[in-house]
């Protein structure tokens, strides 16, 4: 039905517009009796052989939404429904803003794509944690991905994720130091050495006097092997859970798109299909580079469920949906744990 009816409507919209009425009509239909049947979530429940422990963490299946999608915690019991094990809500900053003007998403049907520049759009952590602190016991497990306001200079950003991370602290149970997304100027330079390592000494510093919440880190597929390698010696010495492989690329190599249409849309991130390969190799590098205990949450590209089980093979402990959920529709979270419970075989 998604495929002959519903994508075809909503691809007819702009894609902002589509977005949030897909999401409305999806919590109505989480909302009335069996609706998780009509959500495609069902197969994922009780299902034990879907469980995961990682992070320290127990997830009940290892297929979870990427970061902003639910910027705002708006939709988690839809989303839960949906039959994802984990959802990495935000990027959320201290301060609401209001993102980059509209338009700032865009399909790219040739190459099962998407380019954005929302620029953090977000109603601002307290509204998060706000939303949070309605969340039930045991519910699904969430992450807060974190980042700094548009206007917070890079030497004061440590500052910005610092308070996002205190106030998100009780709502969340693991955490996401953005520092790779191409929409706020300068902010994928904090992915040097120093200013990185400030960030999230700083943020340590906090946690290890707490409960020692799981800590990961998100990186673009933009950077050099050699920059790759020094993430994950830095990923040990500041003790962090995990990496989250990888953000959206600002490279257009390679796409079936006409020039003159990647012209005039712009700057922005692409994710998709033309993301895949590149952020599998970041995730084979960084599994070849870090101990076990280093978990990683592969993202980028997962159009269709085989391609979620060439990221286990890499080394994925989890994997992460955006684009493929907006072409292939909501039925990926648990076609792809169907692919999982019968076997792992990818050729
Ligand atoms: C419209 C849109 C908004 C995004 N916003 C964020 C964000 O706020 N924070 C973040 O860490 N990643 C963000 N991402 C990146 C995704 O989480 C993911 O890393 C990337 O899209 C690659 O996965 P995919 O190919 O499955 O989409 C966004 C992606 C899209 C398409």
């Known amino acids: 039905m998604y495929n002959s009816l519903i994508r075809p409507l909503l691809f007819s919209m702009d894609p902002e517009s589509a977005h949030h009425l897909a999401m409305r009509l999806a919590s ?15 197969l994922t429940e009780n299902n034990k052989g879907l469980g995961r422990e990682t992070m320290g963490l127990r997830f009940t299946n290892p297929v979870g939404l990427a970061a902003g999608f639910d910027k705002d915690a708006r939709y988690l019991t839809t989303l839960e429904k949906m039959g994802f094990g984990f959802l990495e809500l935000g990027t959320v900053t201290p301060r609401p803003q209001i ?7 865009f399909r790219l049907p040739q190459d099962k794509a998407l380019i954005n520049r929302m620029g953090f759009n977000n109603d601002g952590v307290d509204a998060m944690v706000r939303r949070l602190e309605k969340r039930r016991n045991n519910a699904i497990i969430v992450g807060g991905n974190i980042g700094k306001n548009k206007d917070t200079a890079n030497e004061e950003a440590y500052k910005d994720y610092l308070i ?11 955490f996401v130091v953005n520092v790779s997304s191409p929409n706020t100027p300068g902010l994928r330079s ?3 050495r120093e200013p990185l390592r400030n960030i999230l000494m700083r943020l340590q510093e ?14 673009a597929p933009d950077l050099e ?6 993430v994950c010696e830095l990923a040990i010495e500041t003790g962090l859970a995990g990496l989250v492989l990888t953000n959206t690329t600002v490279s257009r190599e390679g796409l079936q798109t006409q020039k003159d249409r990647l012209e005039a849309i712009g700057a922005g991130g692409l994710s998709g299909k033309p993301v ?14 870090l101990p076990k205990h280093i978990s990683l949450i592969g993202v980028g590209g997962i159009m269709e469920p085989k391609d979620a089980l060439v990221k286990f093979k890499q080394g994925a402990d989890l994997v992460q949906i955006y684009t493929g959920f907006v072409y292939f529709g909501p039925g990926l979270p648990a076609a792809i744990n169907k692919l999982i419970l019968n076997g792992y075989d990818i050729d």
Request: one cysteine or more; a positive charge.
């Open 225 to 230: 092997n050699s920059q790759v390698a020094e």
């Open 206 to 219: 906090v946690n290890v006097g707490r409960h020692n919440k799981p800590i990961a880190l998100k990186i």
């Open 99 to 105: 993102g980059n003007p509209r338009p700032r998403l």
């Open 28 to 42: 109505v239909a989480a909302s009335v009796p069996f609706g998780h049947h009509l959500l495609a979530g069902d």
């Open 276 to 289: 895949f390969e590149r952020s599998n190799s970041v995730l084979g590098l960084a599994r070849q580079w």
């Open 190 to 192: 904090l992915q040097e």
């Open 164 to 174: 996002c991370f205190e106030k998100l602290y009780d709502a969340v149970d693991y």
